[in-house]
């Protein structure tokens, strides 16, 4: 794991070190198939992955972060190890996975974490969490297209929605360009994420108008009919 960890300029302490690779033997044993990556592949593929996004510059120290279609924790639990002054709020809609993220934190101590079961777009109407988050994460969920309108309903303006995707990450830029503008998004950026043997890229955008209330729409919609 520090291997991994280290060839992409990530350096844990002792402890987040730990938690890290405690973290990484939890998922390997769950009674259930979390993710279709074989246990060694894990260090790169999900923990070195997940944690790219701190060389973007853009995760502080003291974030509020919502994780979107967070699966079995990914990126949110290894950045929040990382990052143990912010609040990850990890969401997810189906509840055999959040109960393993219940089980996981509280296994591992890790305070900073709140785990919510639902829909993304339900949660983005609610006042609660509309427009309440700094940055907004989402890791091989879905189209940027339909992320940004699932995504950019939660951010604060000046916030960062961050997208981690592998190759062709330049052609979903050019093909979400209608609904990060109607969402009130505005600079994007592609960070190559810099894993040995894997085209993986980080795309940011930033949020700098309010996102209509009308959006996002219901999921029929959006599926069947995304914005382009």
């Known amino acids: 794991?520090?291997?991994?960890?280290?060839?992409?300029?990530?350096?844990?302490?002792?402890?987040?070190?730990?938690?890290?690779?405690?973290?990484?033997?939890?998922?390997?044993?769950?009674?259930?198939?979390?993710t279709a990556l074989k246990p060694e592949e894990y260090a790169k593929k999900h923990f070195a992955d997940s944690l790219s996004a701190i060389n973007t510059g853009l995760i502080q120290t003291d974030d509020k972060v919502i994780d979107i279609g967070t699966g079995a924790g990914f990126p949110g639990i290894p950045l929040a190890i990382m990052f143990p002054g912010g609040s990850f709020f990890l969401l997810d809609g189906t509840k055999k996975r959040v109960s393993f993220i219940e089980k996981a934190i509280l296994e591992l101590e890790i305070k900073n974490v709140m785990p919510l079961c639902g829909r993304a777009e339900c949660f983005s109407r609610d006042p609660i969490y509309r427009a309440s988050f700094d940055k907004a994460l989402s890791r091989a969920v879905a189209p940027l297209n339909v992320l940004v309108e699932l995504s950019l309903g939660f951010l604060k303006e000046g916030g960062w929605m961050l997208a981690y995707k592998g190759k062709g990450a330049e052609e979903e830029v050019d093909l979400a360009k209608k609904a990060i503008a109607l969402m009130g998004g505005g600079t994007v950026n592609i960070h190559p994420a810099r894993l040995e043997?894997?085209?993986?890229?980080?795309?940011?955008?930033?949020?700098?108008?309010?996102?209509?209330?009308?959006?996002?729409?219901?999921?029929s919609l959006i599926k069947n009919k995304p914005l382009l």
Do not use: W
């Open 197 to 219: 043997g894997c085209d993986h890229h980080i795309i940011t955008i930033q949020k700098k108008a309010k996102t209509p209330l009308q959006y996002p729409r219901a999921f």
């Open 1 to 34: 794991m520090r291997r991994e960890l280290q060839k992409i300029n990530i350096y844990p302490s002792d402890e987040q070190l730990e938690k890290l690779e405690a973290f990484s033997r939890l998922v390997v044993t769950a009674d259930f198939n979390l």
